[in-house]
């Protein structure tokens, strides 16, 4: 099915891109939070520029996928980013991952298919009336408006969990407007799809999920990011679907119960996932390289709290210099931090 390969290939270029802007993002100062800013610290970095380039990648390959298929199914085709995120940055840190997480791999990846395959998305239109598209857009103004006035007010995590809802929020209206966008596109032909609101309010929207995306990153880890952004970005493209363009998806008797444990099954895998993604970016080792060499070699990469020999002196056992070393507050000679008190 040409909508499933597209949603793959999406979220596979939306997995790098995630990687390299983790990457850039984290080493934002904490004062550019929600500031304009903190966009004119990452475009210096090469590798968050590379990610824009994936992103703008998985857009088109976005579009394909929704012009082909309903936002129901393709969105949450999304979820097997998180997957392909980690794999990519395990590769990238020369890292192994251990047999829990790849047993979390497994679990999303069929945990989503059963769901999916409950769910059964389909049918739906690709236009919507004005009076749908104002009710849509105050009710997601609303939404938005909630969770950055309450990440506002919290710091690390729960910050960080805040805007990737926010973030994955902004996502699925994006996709909805790009399916209205890019339908116009097909039926009506170019001057049309430039002249149309959609297609402005999808530019507007990616932009906005972007920030509030890179304002996550920066104020948390990927544990409190990934899940609410991943899981959020599939559910609210769903109800996109369903209340904007009509599409049709199997709630009734044991679907309803299938679809909500699968559900809970992609919110543990997640979870486990994003601790696995977050452990990947944690050096394999805290101690300095060359920390030996360091408490030997005065001046050279010394660890932060050892001090070299006082000149002239040195621990027992060490020969000695031919010059006397320098003199200490008394009149002594200095006193080295090798050595024990007298």
Known sequence: MVSVLFALLTALANGLASVFQRMAASTAPAAKALHLSLFGYLIKHKIWL??????????????????????????PIFII??????????????????????????????????GLAAAAPSGGGDHASIRVWTLTLIATAIFEAVLIGFGIRVKGNTRAAAFGLAAACGYALTATLMKSAVATLDHQGVVAFFSTWELYGT?????????????????????????????????IS???GVTVFGEDVQTSGWLLAAEIVAVIAIAVGCIEL??????????????????????????????????????????????????????????GPARCPYCPRP
């Open 203 to 235: 530019a507007a929207g990616g932009v906005g999920a972007l920030f509030l995306l890179q304002n996550a990153l920066q104020a948390g880890s990927l544990v409190a990011v990934q899940p609410p952004l991943t899981l959020g970005d599939a559910l």
């Open 50 to 75: 590379a990610g824009i380039g994936l992103v703008i990648l998985a857009s088109v390959c976005q579009a394909t996928a929704l012009a082909t298929g309903p936002v129901a199914l393709v969105q």
């Open 274 to 331: 994003s601790r696995s993604l977050a452990m990947v970016h944690v050096p394999k080792s805290a101690e300095l390289p060359g920390a030996a060499r360091a408490d030997r070699i005065p001046g050279r990469r010394r660890p932060a709290g050892r001090l070299a020999p006082a000149r002239g002196h040195h621990p027992p056992g060490r020969p000695r210099a031919a010059r006397p070393g320098p003199r200490g507050r008394n009149g």
């Open 238 to 240: 769903a109800c996109y």
């Open 81 to 114: 980013e998180l997957p392909f995120t980690l794999l990519v940055a395990s590769k990238l840190a020369h890292r192994k991952l251990p047999r829990m997480t790849w047993i979390a791999v497994g679990l999303v990846t069929v945990a989503l298919g059963a």
